[in-house]
């Protein structure tokens, strides 16, 4: 597994929010997600032909083994240069009618999908062989989802190349995943003849892009939920390469923190006091905020103030050194 000897996350952007009643903290996204139901301990095939669609896999998911790389999927991905380059424009490659009176996406651009295609395969399982990698499931191929067939419509044959070009960014992140694994990925790969022409031009893709600039879907990370079995990548492993990651805050989470090796994952208070001044509190979410800050948080009724509070933030006391919603804002 790949070592990660700088235990520290910048809190700078963190943002909490309630969900259910229960408090979730993001170290580096405030973007707003809905948190899905904990996934069973037999997880549904997530890819089948009929959910192969990459909108589906844009919102964060629980952390599974099997499904972890889904957290690298881009959001707006890059196909400038000559390794993705054929999945910019496909509209005008789709032609027809044949002979037959079918569409079909034109055959050298099919050929040029299927090259990727084989190079994808065979990179991922390079990268496979490597001690450093994470496991996970590989997606169904992009040619499964119709760029090779012939359709009876151009509407028809639209939706299956734009549904196959889609695909290739689910692959994009399996490898974005892989190679955040591996610091050493461009040396092992020329060492098994890839060319370093190729090379150079994939390091420029959306694939090695582990900055700002390319927003990944991200993960819902339970770090206290462990599995000896299983291999669990660190909060700091994702934040280290932008990766969007969110974590419950229960009580539990709140006890871990007060031991050295996990102190550096609790929320800032200004972070969780927030929760109090955008979301109706329940009983649980009241208990996490005044442990979590302290003690200091104390919930009061209508028409009693804390120090810093204004007439808007009624419901809340605000502890000494912290603005309200309104002073933030003004």
């Not at 992009?142 to 012939?150: E, T």
């Not at 022409?197 to 462990?226: E, Q, Y």
Request: hydrophobic share 35%.
């Amino acid at each position: 597994m790949p070592r990660i000897n700088n235990r520290e996350i910048d809190h700078s952007q963190g943002h909490a929010f309630l969900h259910n009643g229960q408090v979730f903290y993001s170290p580096n996204s405030s973007r707003r997600i809905i948190v899905p139901d904990r996934p069973g301990p037999s997880s549904r095939y997530r890819f089948h032909k009929k959910d192969a669609l990459w909108e589906r896999f844009h919102d964060p998911q629980w952390w599974t083994e099997e499904y972890c790389f889904l957290s690298f999927v881009p959001l707006r991905p890059s196909f400038e240069g000559d390794t993705f380059g054929s999945l910019r424009d496909i509209l005008s490659f789709v032609i027809g009618p044949d002979s037959d009176n079918r569409f079909y996406l034109r055959e050298d651009k099919a050929a040029e999908w299927t090259q990727l295609q084989d190079w994808l395969f065979y990179i991922s399982a390079l990268l496979e062989q490597t001690i450093d990698t994470y496991p996970s499931l590989k997606p169904i191929p992009p040619s499964f989802l119709g760029f090779q067939k012939r359709f009876t419509s151009l509407r028809s044959a639209r939706i299956g190349a734009t549904i196959s070009r889609d695909w290739f960014v689910i692959w994009m992140g399996l490898l974005s995943f892989k190679i955040a694994a591996v610091s050493d990925w461009f040396n092992l790969l020329a060492e098994k003849d890839i060319p370093q022409i190729w090379l150079n031009d994939f390091g420029r893709s959306s694939v090695c892009n582990f900055s700002k600039n390319c927003p990944r879907a991200g993960i819902i990370l339970d770090w206290l939920n462990t599995d000896k079995n299983l291999k669990k990548p660190p909060v700091e492993w994702f934040t280290s390469h932008h990766v969007p990651v969110w974590y419950p805050w229960t009580q539990d989470h709140i006890n871990a923190c007060s031991r050295p090796q996990f102190a550096y994952l609790r929320p800032p208070i200004e972070a969780i006091q927030m929760v109090t001044t955008l979301s109706p509190l329940t009983i649980h979410a009241t208990s996490i905020l005044r442990t979590a800050c302290n003690g200091e948080y104390q919930p009061v009724h209508k028409g009693q103030y804390g120090p810093t509070c204004c007439d808007e933030c009624e419901r809340t006391h605000v502890p000494e050194g912290i603005q309200c919603h309104s002073e933030s804002i003004r």
